[in-house]
Each structure stands twice: as C-alpha cells, then as structure tokens.
C-alpha cells in the first residue's frame, strides 16, 4: 500500500503566495517522476508541473516564473511553491507519483486533493 497525502493548501489574496506540500508513504521502493496537477470546477483536470527522479522540471505555460516543484527524494516528498497567484489559479490541487513498489512494479498513485482559493 503507497499514500500521497498533500498538505498547504488554502484562501489567500491575488498577489499572494502558498506551498504545497505532498508525502508518499507505504511500501516504497523507489519513487519516479512526481507532479502536481490541478482541476478548476467544470474543466479537466490539467498539469501544473512534474519533477523527474532526477530532478528535471516541467511547467504548464500559465504557472512559469510563478511557481517552483521540488522534491526531497530522503523524506519522499514533492513541493509546489505558488508565488503572484492569480483569481485563475484556483483549484483543487493534486499529488500525483509513479512509485515503485518494488523493482519492477510501478504505480501510478494520487493523494486526495487540496483546495487552493485565491480570492480578494
């Protein structure tokens, strides 16, 4: 069994700033690229960015210069850094990784979501 459990998410202002937070935990092996993506009410849900094992990062155009993923591969854990955030970028955030259970089985696992309102 693997879990992702985000933290960090809330109501801040337009302009301001949150920290995502994500934790796997269970029966790791070893863990892949992780990612956050994000769904917005009435739309699919979207990438907002990935972090490969090795620490190469991706980023959805909107987010660029905004936010920043990182990772902690010693506490398998996976940030977003959320900076000048806009009305836009409100959503529900999710956790996503592809952990190894053992060397050759991978799973694609999600946390449960975080609620992230930026509003005045």
């Known amino acids: 069994q693997v879990q992702l459990v985000e933290s960090g998410g809330g109501l801040v202002q337009p302009g301001g700033s949150l920290r995502l937070s994500c934790a796997a935990s269970?029966?790791?092996?070893?863990?892949?690229?992780m990612g956050w993506y994000r769904q917005a009410p009435g739309k699919q849900r979207e990438l907002v960015a990935i972090?490969?094992?090795?620490?190469?990062?991706s980023y959805e155009d909107s987010v660029k210069g905004r936010f920043t993923i990182f990772r902690d591969n010693t506490k398998n854990m996976v940030y977003l850094q959320m900076n000048s955030l806009s009305p836009e970028d409100t959503a529900v955030y999710y956790c996503?990784?592809?952990?190894?259970?053992?060397?050759?089985?991978?799973?694609?696992?999600w946390g449960q979501g975080t609620q992230v309102t930026v509003s005045s």
């Open positions: 972090v490969t094992e090795g620490g190469t990062t």
């Open positions: 996503n990784a592809r952990i190894r259970t053992k060397p050759t089985v991978t799973l694609n696992n």
């Open positions: 269970g029966s790791i092996f070893s863990i892949g690229a």
